[in-house]
């Protein structure tokens, strides 16, 4: 498999302040790279940078295999005032065509036909009509899913996608992300504070450190001094 990803002696820092230094790791075509950290390791920052929205102060982060950021859906954090959106689920689904949809006004039946092929993969059909707001946390989550499903069918990069839900949704959320890694062939990368749970699913683990990062695969995570710290 191809890289998607390279990122090669990143350095970021906030007001003069070191926040990740000397950072190289690669994102490969079906790889589920978890992203985990204390508070402050920079996870946000580092997001930020593969996002496109932070300049890093030295290094570099290049996309592969013709990528673009265009093609890179995303599910951020959500926000209150964005739980509470006004709209309908097929209307919030289909924003996620926003960046492809180019200089043309309004959105065409091609993109329409993705919105609706998106909202039947993650099974919320019944939904579509139904306002955002008015559903429970693990349903906006699969709508939001959805959404950047639409806007990346190659990568997805999610930002703790399961923050707040019940243990139960969590698990659902989970496994509906594994599947579209193994089944869809969809690469992803998850930006999580639940270690346990990065071991369990992912094939990668890019843990940011004050002192010592590391980035590597699950299993040599586990041997990792890193790894041993946390489950002993």
Do not use: W
């Not at 985990?36 to 300049?55: M, R, W």
């Not at 959404?147 to 190659?154: M, Q």
């Not at 698990?171 to 346990?196: F, G, P, Q």
Request: aromatic share 8%; net charge negative; glycine share 8%.
């Amino acid at each position: 498999m191809g890289e998607l990803i390279k990122c090669e002696n990143l350095a970021f820092s906030y007001e003069d302040v070191d926040v990740i230094k000397n950072l190289s790791f690669t994102v490969s075509e079906g790889d589920y790279l978890c992203i985990v950290g204390e508070n402050g390791s920079g996870k946000s920052t580092l997001t930020k940078g593969l996002l496109g929205l932070k300049t890093p102060d030295s290094g570099s982060i290049s996309l592969e295999q013709g990528l673009t950021k265009k093609e890179i859906g995303y599910l951020p954090q959500q926000t209150p005032a964005q739980k509470d959106f006004p709209a309908s689920v097929f209307e919030v689904v289909l924003s996620g065509r926003l960046n492809s949809r180019g200089l043309r006004p309004f959105y065409s039946r091609a993109d329409k036909m993705i919105a609706h092929d998106n909202i039947r993969k993650l099974g919320i059909e019944e939904l579509m009509t139904r306002s955002y707001r008015d559903l429970s946390g693990g349903q906006q989550q699969r709508v939001l899913l959805a959404r950047a499903l639409c806007a990346g069918k190659k990568l997805l990069f999610l930002d703790e996608p399961v923050t707040g839900l019940d243990p139960i949704v969590t698990e659902e959320m989970y496994r509906l992300i594994e599947e579209l890694n193994k089944k869809d062939n969809i690469t992803i990368v998850m930006v999580s504070h639940d270690i346990v749970s990065a071991v369990r699913y992912a094939t990668h683990v890019l843990h940011l450190n004050f002192e010592k990062s590391f980035f590597g695969t699950t299993e040599e995570y586990m041997k990792s001094p890193l790894g041993q710290y946390f489950f002993g």
